[in-house]
C-alpha cells in the first residue's frame, strides 16, 4: 500500500507542479497515449479545479495520507504497534474508499463530459481502487458489518456530493457552449493593436485549442480587441471553425504554436519577444 501511494504522489506531484509552471514550459501538449489525446484537455477543463488550485492537489494530499497511515505503525515499536495499527487500518479503509468512488466519477466526467481521457488521471484511479481492495483484505477485520456499514455510508457521502460538485461544475460549461475558447477579458492598448495588424499583415499565424489555458494566456497579453486582430487557427478536432487537418499537416504538438516567418515556435511569448522574432519597430 505504502508504494502504490507512493505512486500516487508522483505521479498528483507532478501533475500539480506542471499546472503551476514549475515543471515543463507553458504549453498545452496535444501528443496522446493509448487514444486519448493527452492530459492538458482534461486538466484544463472545468472540473480540473477546486477552491481555485488544481484537483490534482487534493489527490496529492490524499496519497499523501495514504502514505503515512501505511507506513505510520511500521515505525512503531511492536508494544505501541497495535492500537494504531487498527486505527491507521480503519484510515486506509475509508479514505481509500472515499478516493475509489471519487476517481469513479472523474472518470464518468471524462467519459460523459469532456469526451477525452487522460493516462495519468486513470492511473490514478486505477491506484485508488487497488488501494481500497489491499486495504480490505488485509485490515483482519473481526467485525464485517461494522466495515460494510462504515464504507457504504462514505461513499455514498462522497458519491452524493461529488456528483452534485460535477453536475455544478459542468453549468457554465453548457451555458457557454461546448468547444468555444474562453472569452479574453483584458483591455487593448495601441501598442498591442499595432502589433497585432503587423503579425497579420507579415503573415503569422497564431495555432490553439480552445481548451488549451496557455492560448489564453497568451491572448489575454494582447487584450480582446487585439486577439480579435490576429490571425488564429483552431486545432481541436471538436473545436469551433476547426481545421484540424492543417494543424496535423504542419505537425503541430503544442499549444499555442506561432508560426512567424515561416518558423514554427511553441509555447507563450511575451509581446517583447513576438515583436523581435516578428521584426516590429513600432
Known sequence: ???????????????TLKKWGVLGSLTCSNEGFFGCNGCEKVLSSAWGSLFGQPLSLFGFLAY??????????????????????????????????????FSAVLIGVMV????????????????SLGLFVLSLIGGHWEDS??????????????????????????RPAVALGNAVPMPVKS???????ALADHLTQTGAVMYTAYWCPH????????????????????????????????CESKKIRGYPTWE??????????????????SGFRG
Not at 1 to 15: H, N, Q, R
Not at 83 to 101: E, H, K, Y
Not at 215 to 232: D, I, M, N
Open 215 to 246: 492560448c489564453h494566456e497568451q491572448k489575454e497579453l494582447f487584450g480582446k480587441e487585439a486577439t480579435a486582430r490576429l490571425k488564429l487557427v483552431e486545432c481541436a478536432p471538436d473545436g469551433q471553425n476547426s481545421q484540424a487537418a492543417l
Open 260 to 277: 512567424i516567418n515561416g518558423v514554427l515556435d511553441s509555447g507563450v511569448k511575451s509581446l517583447a519577444e513576438l515583436a523581435r522574432l
Open 187 to 193: 483591455a487593448s492598448t495601441p501598442a498591442t493593436l
Open 1 to 15: 500500500m505504502a508504494v502504490l501511494a507512493t505512486i500516487g504522489v508522483i505521479d498528483t506531484g507532478s501533475i
Open 112 to 127: 460523459f463530459g469532456i469526451r477525452d481521457c487522460c493516462p495519468f488521471c486513470i492511473l490514478s484511479a486505477l491506484l
Open 64 to 101: 499523501g495520507t495514504m502514505l503515512l497511515l501505511a507506513v505510520g505503525p511500521l515505525v512503531l515499536r511492536a508494544e505501541s504497534r497495535g492500537p494504531l495499527a487498527q486505527r491507521s487500518w480503519w484510515g486506509l479503509l475509508l479514505l481509500s474508499t472515499a478516493m475509489a468512488v
Open 145 to 170: 458489518g461494522q466495515v460494510i456499514f462504515r464504507g457504504v455510508i462514505v461513499a455514498l457521502i462522497v458519491g452524493l456530493v461529488s456528483l452534485g460538485w460535477a453536475a455544478a461544475v459542468n
